[in-house]
């Protein structure tokens, strides 16, 4: 069984950084990509950022500049490192991990923003 656990979030002012880790467990899978998306209050879930097995990287527009996503040397561990954060990345952060025919799901970690 395959279990993702995220953690780094938190409560941050404006203008301040949070790194966001993923551990995958078992760490014997080669995932074809992993990475994060978010949901905030009211909204969609939309995509923040991954990372595929062959280190391409891809950001939504609105995260770019300013946050960077990295995969650690074991490969079953995704980074998120979030920089000059506004009060609009407040949003519960999933970590994902996708096969080409499952894609995994961590329980999420809140990240807040104070402005």
């Known amino acids: 069984q395959v279990h993702l656990v995220e953690s780094g979030g938190g409560l941050v002012q404006a203008g301040g950084s949070l790194r966001l880790s993923c551990v995958v467990s078992?760490?014997?899978?080669?995932?074809?990509?992993m990475g994060w998306y978010r949901q905030a209050p009211g909204k969609q879930r939309e995509l923040v950022a991954t990372?595929?097995?062959?280190?391409?990287?891809n950001y939504a527009d609105s995260v770019k500049g300013r946050f960077t996503i990295s995969r650690g040397n074991a490969k079953n561990t995704v980074y998120l490192q979030m920089n000059s954060l506004k009060p609009d990345d407040t949003a519960v952060y999933y970590c994902?991990?996708?096969?080409?025919?499952?894609?995994?799901w961590g329980q999420g970690t809140q990240v807040t923003v104070s402005s």
């Open positions: 994902y991990a996708a096969l080409v025919v499952r894609t995994y």
């Open positions: 990372v595929t097995s062959g280190g391409s990287t």
């Open positions: 078992p760490s014997t899978i080669n995932f074809n990509a």
